[in-house]
């Protein structure tokens, strides 16, 4: 299953997400679902550096399981949060069509230090 946590401060704005995990729909190569999601997410990394421009720390390994962990340096434009907004609406679709056997993802704030 593809796990995604969605990370928001106190006032709502986004501080991280992280995708790890693989969907299990089908055989590597041949699933679908897995796809979807890495090209939602992919997409939505690049358009967050290429066309906003943010300064984000990004980690990735496919070797741990499709690990994806991106993190807001400062509070992101509103055009990033616009995004990842259209990426959960996008997992709501995938989710609708293939259920949540294969992904589920949360969004919730920030713990305090």
């Known amino acids: 299953m593809i796990r995604v946590n969605i990370t928001k401060?106190?006032?709502?704005?986004?501080?991280?997400?992280?995708?790890?995990?693989?969907?299990?729909?089908?055989?590597?190569?041949?699933?679908?679902?897995c796809a979807?999601?890495?090209?939602?997410?992919?997409?939505?990394?690049?358009?967050?550096?290429?066309?906003?421009?943010?300064?984000i720390d990004l980690t990735m390994n496919e070797k741990e399981g499709g690990y994806i962990a991106v993190s807001f340096r400062e509070k992101p434009d509103r055009r990033t949060d616009f995004l990842i907004d259209c990426m959960v609406h996008?997992?709501?679709?995938i989710i609708a069509q293939y259920?949540?056997?294969y992904l589920k993802?949360?969004?919730?704030e920030a713990e305090k230090c």
């Open 36 to 55: 979807g999601v890495s090209a939602i997410v992919i997409n939505t990394i690049n358009c967050i550096t290429d066309l906003v421009r943010e300064d």
């Open 9 to 33: 401060d106190k006032d709502g704005d986004y501080k991280s997400f992280v995708c790890k995990g693989h969907a299990d729909y089908a055989e590597a190569g041949s699933d679908i679902v």
């Open 90 to 93: 996008g997992f709501d679709w």
């Open 99 to 101: 259920g949540t056997s």
């Open 105 to 108: 993802y949360e969004i919730r």
